[in-house]
């Protein structure tokens, strides 16, 4: 089992930057595809992006390709997610989250644990 907590959401102006971090305890995060989804108010939680076990392969979610990076240090059992030119519609709760898979897997469904998730409000 794994506990993922998430952290370095915050307020932010449309164009800005975020870098968000989610940190493992339990078990290495090194056998987990690691994924990020988030949810905005009234709306289904939705996936954002993922990188498998060895960092070699990374996926996004169109909305964010070429502004977001995932990215993962297995030594320190944490996983980033730089998000760049931020806008309005990004806000969301983001969530950090781990999946015993081998490959990368964008359904929530597929995902086994959960952080508890970290706020992200970009103003206009």
């Known amino acids: 089992q794994v506990q993922l907590v998430e952290s370095g959401g915050g307020l932010v102006q449309d164009g800005g930057s975020l870098r968000l971090s989610c940190a493992a305890s339990?078990?290495?995060?090194?056998?987990?595809?690691m994924g990020w989804f988030r949810q905005a108010p009234g709306k289904e939680r939705e996936f954002v992006a993922a990188i498998t076990r060895s960092g070699a392969s990374t996926y996004y979610a169109d909305s964010v390709k070429g502004r977001f990076t995932i990215s993962r240090d297995n030594a320190k059992n944490t996983v980033y997610l730089q998000m760049n030119s931020l806008k309005p519609e990004d806000t969301a709760v983001y969530y950090c989250?781990?999946?015993?898979?081998?490959?990368?897997?964008?359904?929530?469904?597929?995902?086994?644990?959960w952080g508890q998730g970290t706020q992200v409000t970009v103003s206009s």
């Open positions: 989250a781990a999946a015993n898979t081998l490959v990368i897997v964008t359904s929530k469904l597929r995902y086994n644990y």
């Open positions: 339990g078990r290495t995060i090194g056998v987990y595809t």
